[in-house]
């Protein structure tokens, strides 16, 4: 029953995502009561997932103030690795020195960093960070989760990469982390998403379903848009065109 109730629920989500992106974008002047997710600029809090390199981190960090989170107060970023792990998986990147810049944080922001920080245990995981940062201010729950190109590593692994997203989902509903009214942006390549809208759609089974995953864990797709790539961030792993900013939203439960 509840395998079936995913299933139904998953169908009428992805019907209902092309409906409102269709509206929003053929009819943008028409007033609608549909849940309208809040900008960056208004995010508080914020926490960054599985920043590989760390150069979207530095990148975000110097425009902050300019074009990103012009009311955030709090900024938590985090990597899966530990710092040797960096090292050694970017042995080309400058990590001490993109660290050491981001510890000299913001004005008027609260910025840590976090390494072995696994997106799928939020919550033994952020205990952690906490644990070993008991002079910041670490927030209990974020306005915004930023998860840049998560992947399982190698080619192929669908199956895993799919598993890794739905225990993301999960992770960040369990631990209750996600404030309400709070976003999840998660950027994948094109056509791994599997929305209604990806330009190129490829067979359900090709794709990560992400949708399915998002709403087994009670979250909605709100919108689908490019991804902006902030100036000086740059990808260190496999190469590819960077495509759509996937944005889901938390629902209420029933």
């Not at 943008?28 to 390199?53: A, C, R, W």
């Not at 960093?113 to 799928?120: E, L, N, P, Y």
Request: with cysteine.
């Amino acid at each position: 029953m509840k395998k079936t109730t995913v299933v139904i629920t998953t169908g009428a989500l992805a019907v209902l995502t092309y409906y409102l992106y269709s509206k929003y974008h053929n009819n943008k002047t028409e007033s609608s009561t549909t849940f309208v997710p809040s900008t960056i600029i208004k995010s508080k809090s914020v926490l960054i997932l599985g920043d590989g390199n760390l150069s979207y981190s530095l990148a975000t960090v110097k425009l902050i103030r300019n074009v990103y989170w012009k009311q955030t107060t709090d900024l938590l970023i985090s990597t899966y690795d530990t710092l040797d792990e960096l090292h050694e998986r970017y042995p080309n990147d400058p990590i001490d020195e993109i660290i050491s810049e981001l510890n000299k944080g913001v004005s008027g922001i609260n910025v840590t960093i976090a390494q072995k920080v696994d997106a799928t245990q939020l919550t033994t995981s952020l205990n952690t960070v906490r644990s070993n940062n008991t002079k910041m201010n670490i927030p209990l729950q974020f306005d915004l989760i930023l998860f840049n190109f998560p992947h399982w590593g190698g080619r192929g692994y669908i199956q895993r990469n799919r598993k890794l997203l739905k225990n993301f989902f999960r992770s960040v509903q369990e631990s209750n982390i996600l404030a309400p009214q709070g976003e999840i942006h998660l950027a994948l390549k094109q056509g791994q998403g599997g929305t209604p809208i990806d330009m190129d759609l490829k067979a359900s089974g090709n794709t990560w379903k992400t949708l399915e995953a998002a709403a087994a864990s009670g979250f909605i797709l709100a919108d689908v848009s490019s991804f902006t790539v902030p100036n000086g961030y740059y990808c260190s792993g496999r190469r590819g065109n960077f495509t759509f900013l996937i944005l889901f939203v938390v629902v209420a439960k029933q």
